[in-house]
């Protein structure tokens, strides 16, 4: 129902289901994990929903979906602050790459004009990289992404990604700090 997006966006993310636990187990660390869930029918469609993931819109949308009144700022909605982009997605995924998948290759290019930009907007937001809260909260913000492709890859640029658990699965791990402080190291080229 929402206004924000466009009929082929809303067909996007039909199907589309987000997990997310947090857990604060006494004795355990902290643990923020969000598991999500976008069928697609062609790689066009898959190409189109990461471009939408990284958007103002789809961030306003997502964060109403999942709205917890615990964690709800009133104060914050009051002064209208609902069209900042503080998309969770733009941090897993970041906006400073451009990938593309097709029926043979995948690729992933670092922007470093848009990387450039990230680092200035996050200093605007008081939220300094280079700063120990920061390092220590990016640095355990880990990730791992796993590719299963249709056959066995043929070439592999850079190093960011590794043999999985059979010839066609590759898996990629890093931490949030990593990515802006050496965003080189994930840009890759895969063809299989």
């Known amino acids: 129902t929402s206004a924000l997006l466009n009929s082929n966006q809303k067909k996007l993310l039909k199907d589309m289901y987000v997990d997310v636990k947090m857990s604060m187990a006494e004795g355990k660390s902290p643990a923020f994990v969000v ?27 997502f964060d109403k979906a999942i709205e917890i009144p615990m964690f709800s700022d009133k104060d914050k909605k009051e002064k209208g602050s609902e069209s900042e982009n503080d998309n969770l997605f733009t941090s897993i995924f970041p906006s400073f790459y451009n990938c593309v998948y097709t029926k043979n290759s995948v690729v992933c290019k670092l922007d470093e004009t848009k990387h450039k930009q990230r680092l200035e ?15 220590k909260m990016f640095g355990a913000a880990v990730f791992t992404n796993t590719l299963t492709l249709p056959s066995k890859p043929k070439k592999i640029e850079g190093d960011s990604w590794k043999q999985g658990s059979s010839e066609k699965e590759l898996v990629q791990t890093g931490s949030l700090l990593d990515l802006y402080k050496q965003p080189e190291k994930y840009a890759y080229s895969i063809q299989y």
Do not use: W
Request: hydrophobic share 40%; no cysteine; glycine share 2%.
């Open 35 to 61: 598991r999500i869930n976008a069928p697609f029918q062609s790689l066009e469609d898959f190409n189109a929903l990461n471009d939408l993931m990284k958007t103002k819109e789809y961030d306003l949308v």
């Open 121 to 135: 907007d996050l200093k605007k937001s008081e939220f300094d990289i280079n700063g120990e809260m920061e390092a």
